[in-house]
């Protein structure tokens, strides 16, 4: 599944929110977590539109039974390597990529070579059985 638009455009955002958690609902295995796989999905699209506004591309497939969400921007490029601990509650940034390393399997973010960021993450979701075969 693959889904592009302006950062800024709130309907298609949520409308790509959307289809990604029927998708997953609709394949995922029973004790996949859904709904952190929405929040990570907001978590990255609130983060483009606060730091990299502009044309964004968001890209879902399966990686050995589990689902991985790929989002890139065309912002001035990131990288991140994670942080240590808990950022500070009240400051307003740094909170949003801890949720996502702290409810994902895992997560990379890496400055593009011709500009922007893309931000890999592999989902707490895992492929039904029968969805594989389908």
Known sequence: MRWSFESQDA???YGARSDLVAYLESRANHDSDVPAAALIFGEL????VRHAPGPISIGLHWENGFAVLT?????PGF??????QL???L????????????????????RLP??????VVLLPVSLHPAAQRA
């Open 11 to 13: 309907n298609r955002a």
């Open 45 to 48: 699209v609130g983060n483009v």
């Open 71 to 75: 989002v890139r921007d065309q912002g």
């Open 79 to 84: 990288e991140w390597s994670g942080p240590r």
């Open 87 to 89: 950022p500070d509650v």
């Open 91 to 110: 400051a307003e940034s740094g909170r949003g990529l801890y949720i996502v390393q702290t409810v994902a399997r895992s997560v990379t973010v890496r």
């Open 114 to 119: 011709d500009g922007g960021s893309e931000a």
